[in-house]
């Protein structure tokens, strides 16, 4: 059974960097099958993709966060992170890593979330 | 930008009704939209792929319908563990992602 984790800093100071990981256990994260996508919930609020990176290390971000997002893959972890700098109070968010499976429309595999607040 | 608008935003019905959920693209997204349902304080989990394929583990009460703008998430018999929100998801050709606002299934 395929399973995501995220971990991270839960409290994060506004003008500084989030920093998140994803670590997958129960499938590889090498498989030519999947993305590896980041998902954020503003709290009360819907969805937000934030972008993929594939086991490659390619990428594709959401256009709205392009300039601020970096996102990486450690392949010999089977982990991928994101980045998210200059971040505001506007960043607080619950953020989910995905499972994205490239030949379907889906994210069939989710972690349970992790929530980042903003704050000084 | 494609946007997913769903309706209604609250549905409130009774355990053993029908629920007719329904998400409707700004542009056609053919067949590439996908079903989630959410719990408080728990991840999205899907329900329907490609607009009408279940996932796996999804009980035969849920069904998916609709191509091009239009789609419908249709819960047959409500079970008292389908009150939530569900959410659908569509993605472009040119792979760019995007959620409905959601919609709140509510014990009446």
């Known amino acids: 059974q395929v399973q995501l984790q995220e971990s991270g800093p839960g409290l994060v100071k506004p003008s500084q960097t989030l920093s998140l990981t994803c670590t997958v256990s129960g499938g590889s994260i090498n498989s030519g099958a999947y993305y590896w996508s980041w998902i954020r919930q503003h709290p009360g609020k819907g969805l937000e993709w934030i972008g993929y990176?594939?086991?490659?290390?390619?990428?594709h971000y959401n256009p709205s966060l392009q300039s601020r997002v970096t996102m990486s893959v450690d392949t010999s972890k089977n982990q991928f992170s994101l980045k998210l700098t200059s971040v505001t109070a506007a960043d607080t968010a619950v953020y989910y890593c995905a499972r994205d499976v490239i030949r379907e429309v889906m994210f069939d595999y989710w972690g349970q979330g992790t929530l980042v607040t903003v704050s000084s | 930008e494609i946007v997913l608008t769903q309706s209604p935003a609250t549905l409130s019905l009774s355990p053993g009704e029908r629920a007719t959920l329904s998400c409707r693209a700004s542009?056609?997204?053919?067949?590439?939209l996908a079903w989630y349902q959410q719990k408080p304080g728990q991840a999205p989990r899907l329900l329907i792929y490609d607009a009408s394929n279940r996932a796996t583990g999804i009980p035969a009460r849920f069904s998916g319908s609709g191509s091009g703008a239009d789609f419908t998430l249709t819960i047959s018999s409500l079970e008292p563990e389908d009150f939530a929100v569900y959410y659908c998801q569509q993605r472009t050709n040119w792979r760019m992602y995007s959620f409905g606002q959601g919609t709140k299934l509510e014990i009446k």
């Open positions: 990176i594939y086991y490659s290390g390619s990428t």
């Open positions: 542009q056609s997204v053919s067949t590439d």
